[in-house]
Structure formats: structure tokens, C-alpha cells
Nanobody
Framework: QVQLVESGGGLVQPGGSLRLSCASS????????MGWYRQAPGKQRELVAT???????NYAANVKGRFIISEDNAKNTVYLQMNSLKPEDTAVYYC????????????????????WGQGTQVTVSS
């Protein structure tokens, strides 16, 4: 089993900054991509940013230049530095991982799967 645990959410004023962290644990065998999605009330979940094992990054247009995604491969952890926050950034932010876990039954890796964290609330308000 693979678990993703997010931290770092909270309340911040417009123009402020927050840093989200997501640590993966359990039987992680390999990671293809990690990233962040968000879902605001009444809206669909949307991509925020992703980073591949090769450190290629991808950002949604509405966060590019304000948010920075990074990873610590040794810790299987991904970070999202959010700067110049706006009220429209208010949402639940979900950590996302595409990768393989180790199966003791198979004595090897499972097929590639998608994993989600439980989400962390980010509220931008004065």
C-alpha cells in the first residue's frame, strides 16, 4: 500500500505565501510523476502542477509564475511553494502520484497506478 500525506495548508491573506508538502510512504517501488491538483467548492478538480522523475515540470496557466513545484527524491516528497496567493486559489489541494508499489505477493512491482492524498485546505482571504 502507498500513502500520500499532505501538510502545510491553512489561512493566508491575499498576496501571502504557503508551502505544501506531500510525503509518500509505504511500499513505494518507483515514482513516475508527482503533483498537485485542487478543487474549489462547486468546481471540478483541476491540475495545479506536476513534476516527473526527470524533474520536468508542468503548471496550470493560472499559477505559472506564482507557484513552484519541487521534489526530494530521497524522501519521496513533493513540495508546492505558493506565492502571491489570490482568493481564487482557495481550494482543497490534493497530492497526486503516478507510480508502482511493491507487492510481496508478486515479489515485485505492481502495475503503474494513480494515488491520491486526502487533501489539505488552502484559504486565501483577508
Amino acid at each position: 500500500q502507498v500513502q500520500l500525506v499532505e501538510s502545510g495548508g491553512g489561512l493566508v491573506q491575499p498576496g501571502g505565501s504557503l508551502r505544501l508538502s506531500c510525503a509518500s510512504s509505504g511500499s513505494v517501488f518507483s515514482i513516475n510523476t508527482m503533483g498537485w491538483y485542487r478543487q474549489a467548492p462547486g468546481k471540478q478538480r483541476e491540475l495545479v502542477a506536476t513534476i516527473t522523475a526527470g524533474e520536468s515540470t508542468n503548471y496550470a496557466a493560472n499559477v505559472k509564475g506564482r507557484f513552484i513545484i519541487s521534489e526530494d527524491n530521497a524522501k519521496n516528497t513533493v513540495y508546492l511553494q505558493m506565492n502571491s496567493l489570490k482568493p481564487e486559489d482557495t481550494a482543497v489541494y490534493y497530492c497526486h502520484m503516478v507510480g508502482r508499489s511493491y507487492s510481496s505477493t508478486l515479489r515485485g512491482p505492481t502495475r503503474e497506478s494513480v494515488y491520491w492524498g486526502q487533501g489539505t485546505q488552502v484559504t486565501v482571504s483577508s
